[in-house]
């Protein structure tokens, strides 16, 4: 009981905000809103730039648009992450509509263990209910926080209702290690980071650039043989999402090299393209760019 207590000791002011009824939640994301979008100006830089060298068709009124929405959703999934320390596991399944939920099981029920090919779309936080949904083992790869305070408060969250949180250098063995004791599992891996320089990488044409994107979840795919899915969000309504999963291959070794990777990006930008608002903006996505230098790591590597 009290290694229990310990954790929400620590994190008490969270836990006390996490408590507060979601209209209160919201509140607190407008307040939040102008803090960041007007006084603080996060990032105002880089995601006007994003926005505006992938959608140079726009009007300027409509990517204004675009970039006040962005932060009000992004400021929505602040209070919703929070939210998720004390979230009953009822609300939880009522605020996560799964659209599609037999194409999961379908391969699930068939002992293939499927890898979550996922982005920072929608509120991607929220894949963490996905044990209330499937009753099989969930595994998501992530890079540890520097700030140890906060990567504890992040475990924590992501790993409430049953998702096992694996440090990305750890992910490749861990999942030849469970598959040799027959494990049935889903394996997260958000894929629209931006590749350092040093990794290993394959280009594509996105959102009107040439982006890099890792090669790891595709060599993982193929070296175990996972179904691979696409999960998109849609926002029905504040702290309601819909989400659907989309079939990439179910054979990853039949596919021509790095066509996962890229039948993964056109699936991401149709997504985009729909409800641009719902993507992480603020992320330097394009860092680098197309003829970088590089030397290529042997072995795999990916990063959440």
Request: with cysteine; aromatic share 14%.
């Amino acid at each position: 009981m009290k290694n229990k207590m310990l954790p929400k000791i620590r994190y008490l002011p969270f836990y006390a905000i996490s408590a507060l009824p979601m209209p209160v939640l919201y509140l607190l994301s407008d307040l939040l809103f102008i803090v960041v979008y007007y006084l603080m100006k996060y990032r105002r830089n880089v995601v006007s730039d994003n926005i505006k060298k992938s959608f140079p068709q726009k009007p300027p009124i409509t990517r204004r648009k675009i970039e006040k929405d962005f932060y009000r959703h992004f400021c929505d999934i602040l209070v919703e992450s929070i939210k998720t320390l004390t979230i009953g596991k009822k609300s939880a399944m009522k605020r996560l509509r799964i659209e599609n939920p037999d194409l999961v099981e379908h391969y699930l029920s068939e002992k293939k263990n499927i890898l979550l090919y996922t982005a920072h779309q929608g509120n991607w936080e929220w894949m963490i209910f996905l044990p209330l949904f499937f009753p099989y083992r969930s595994n998501t790869f992530y890079k540890p926080i520097k700030n140890h305070y906060f990567n504890g408060l992040f475990k924590i969250i992501r790993e409430r209702f049953g998702v096992h949180c694996i440090e990305s250098n750890k992910g490749y063995r861990t999942i030849i290690d469970l598959e040799r004791k027959n494990v049935i599992m889903m394996n997260c891996i958000i894929g629209d980071q931006s590749p350092v320089r040093i990794s290993a990488k394959h280009w594509c044409h996105f959102l009107n650039r040439e982006t890099a994107f890792f090669v790891g979840a595709e060599k993982l795919a193929k070296k175990t043989g996972e179904v691979v899915l696409f999960p998109s969000f849609k926002k029905i309504r504040r702290g309601c999402y819909g989400l659907r999963f989309s079939l990439i291959t179910d054979n990853p070794v039949s596919m021509r090299t790095n066509g996962i990777i890229e039948d993964y990006a056109g699936a991401l930008e149709n997504v985009i393209l729909k409800s641009p608002e719902l993507w992480l903006w603020s992320h330097r996505r394009w860092k680098l760019t197309a003829g970088t230098w590089n030397f290529k790591v042997p072995g795999i590597i990916w990063s959440i």
